[in-house]
Nanobody, 118 residues
Framework: QVQLVESGGGLVQPGGSLRLSCAASGFTFDNYYMRWFRQAPGKERELVAVIASIGGFTNYADSVKGRFTISRDTATKMVYLQMNNLKPEDTAVYYC???????????WGQGTQVTVAS
């Protein structure tokens, strides 16, 4: 059974930091791109960051470049999103996603709420 379980969301003040975690199970972790998306109220879901399984390739949305860092641990099948210098516009539900290299399989977590407010 495939599972992606996010944790680490919460309320933080502008300029603060949070680290989101995603625990993956039920699929061959190394065969998947791991991604973080977010969706703010009334907006479409957007891709925030992606990390490949081989070579450590990463890519980020322009809005988070220099502030967010995605990483993965093959041994523990964990994916992380370190978020620094958070802004109110980062407020959203953040989702962990696993996309197979073949693009055939696409799995989602349940999401974790991040709220940036003073």
């Amino acid at each position: 059974q495939v599972q992606l379980v996010e944790s680490g969301g919460g309320l933080v003040q502008p300029g603060g930091s949070l680290r989101l975690s995603c625990a993956a199970s039920g699929f061959t972790f190394d065969n998947y791109y791991m991604r973080w998306f977010r969706q703010a109220p009334g907006k479409e879901r957007e891709l925030v960051a992606v990390i490949a399984s081989i070579g450590g390739f990463t890519n980020y949305a322009d809005s988070v470049k220099g502030r967010f860092t995605i990483s993965r641990d093959t041994a523990t099948k964990m994916v992380y999103l370190q978020m620094n210098n958070l802004k109110p516009e980062d407020t959203a539900v953040y989702y962990c996603n696993a996309l197979s290299i073949s693009r055939q399989y696409d799995y989602w977590g349940q999401g974790t709420q991040v709220t940036v407010a003073s």
